[in-house]
């Protein structure tokens, strides 16, 4: 059985209600909850923007779902406080682990998102207590390039640092070491980039530039900049996940000459879907029941 949140609606009719009370607080419905009892529940449910709403929203359903004796898998394309996996200075929190144990100890069975960010790879793993299945739109977001940016013209892919090396190595790509300064700013705490490296010649050619999500955008200026300096003709940024904050979009339009997304998250620059590889674990779910 599926269950889809009101923040999937844009890709899937919902039938959970979310509103909220007076004071702000979250109201969750599953109207047609009698139908799950000790049923398979596939839910699809987004974690952003509003992650701690509607991460508190997640567990209100699971916990519902897992009073009624459910295994319940959720489908969420993003996964929030996934950039906080370790321990940069004494005494901070991986709230990574701790979000993913949150989801476990309330009763998911299993996650499937997209590119999670302290993932280095697809298939199964697991952080923490929680069962995670990681699927790539690396291929998708290659593909729209290739077609509607590069129009089949030949084009480098290059990951603005190691992490992002899977997404870039099944195309032939290479992924630049990126080298992070301490910790900045007053109430609003984040890194700057400090140095890129990466042995690739990109002189006259057409460059992609593929990262699993775009922040601040702060490392993708730096690889554009970084690109131009290394005689890049034409130059496109990609990111699955696609936050954008600040005027981080209007700064990567005015130095590349295309940016885009997914729809993982709803944003101006979203241009490929999920809904097709989202489909297509869904049937292989229902088909597995």
């Known amino acids: 059985m599926f269950l889809v949140s009101p923040n999937f609606s844009d890709l899937f009719t919902p039938n ?20 799950c009892d000790s049923q398979p529940i596939t839910l699809l449910h987004r974690l952003y923007p509003e992650q701690n709403n509607s991460l508190l929203e997640l567990l209100l359903i699971i916990d519902e779902l897992a009073y009624q004796k459910c295994d319940v898998t959720v489908l969420s394309p993003y996964l929030p406080y996934s950039r906080q996996d370790k321990k940069i200075l004494e005494g901070e929190i991986a709230s990574g ?18 590119d999670c960010h302290f993932l280095k790879g697809t298939g199964d793993f697991t952080h923490g207590e929680l069962p995670i299945r990681n699927i790539s739109m690396a291929k998708p977001l290659i593909d729209y390039a290739r077609e509607q940016i590069f129009k089949h ?20 790509g290479t992924a630049l070491t990126k080298v992070r300064r301490g910790y900045k700013g007053g109430a609003i705490i984040y890194r700057d980039v400090e140095t890129l490296e990466g042995n690739v010649d990109l002189h006259g050619k057409n460059v992609l530039i593929l990262d699993d999500m775009i922040s601040t955008g702060n490392t993708m200026i730096k690889t554009v900049e970084w690109a131009r300096e290394a005689g890049a003709k034409k130059i496109a940024c990609a990111a699955t996940h696609g936050l ?17 997304t997914t729809d993982s998250i709803l944003n101006p620059a979203a241009k490929v879907s999920i809904k097709k590889h989202f489909d297509e674990h869904l049937q292989s779910l229902f088909s597995a029941a």
Do not use: M, W
């Open 153 to 172: 013209e030949p084009f480098e892919v290059i990951g603005p640092d190691q992490g992002a090396s899977y997404l870039v190595e099944h195309a032939g």
């Open 244 to 260: 954008f904050l600040g005027n981080s979009l209007d700064k990567l339009e005015a130095i590349s000459d295309a940016v885009f």
């Open 97 to 114: 682990k701790v979000v993913c144990n949150l989801l476990a100890h309330t009763g998911c069975k299993i996650l499937i998102t997209l």
């Open 16 to 35: 959970i209600e979310i509103k909220k009370f007076p004071d702000g607080e979250s109201y969750v419905r599953i109207p047609d909850l009698g139908a």
